[in-house]
């Protein structure tokens, strides 16, 4: 009886054994393929894309010559879709959207702020350019806008919209001295967002340029003569 008793013991344990071995091994199987769908998920994981405009530098401002008047910039407003960050585009004139992985590197309002400080400040109309602290130090202030920076998919084909609009008020007097608004459409050659983005640059130089093209040539001297375009 005790032999037996034994054999059937030694059975047990063995019985107990290979449902421990089989469970290990179904443990490590299923730690594996969870591993391997951890490890695949991670691969086909997208991370956000960021960019920023491209505009060539301006030149060396050329020497004063009878330029008195200093210029003070603020910084350029923008509607609030244009703050979150997200390259826009719109497939509709009411229809807006968000890439989710293709963002702005720089805000767009500080990028047009700056440039337009170094563009005019190359373009020798004003003793100083710098951006507006605040301060009243300055014989005239600009306050700009940027109304549109758009890929546009709804008018045949791919384009990029920009608008700017800006003012020019003389800080003494509160006199408004010169206001321009331009819209500039780009036509897009290649599908995809870096070529957008390109566009976008090239677009947004030409509406610069158009925007600043008729400045006053009197305030060089700090006149206050209205002139709206």
Known sequence: MMR?????????SDTCCQRLVTMKRVFMTMSLVALAILVGCAGKMRYPQYYTLDLPAPPDPPAAENTHATLAIREFRAPNYLRQGAIVYKTSPEQIGFYAYHRWATDPRDFVTNFVIDHLDASGTFAHVRAYDGSRDADYVLSGRLEKLEEVDYQGGIK??????????????GATVWTNAVSEVGDVNKRDVPSVVSEMSHTMQRAIEKLLSPLPTNLATGSTATKSN
Do not use: H
Not at 4 to 12: A, E, F, L, V
Not at 161 to 170: D, K
């Open 4 to 12: 037996s008793q034994s054999k059937g013991s030694d059975n047990c």
């Open 160 to 173: 990029v919209e920009v608008a700017l609009s800006a003012q020019m008020t003389n800080l003494i007097t």
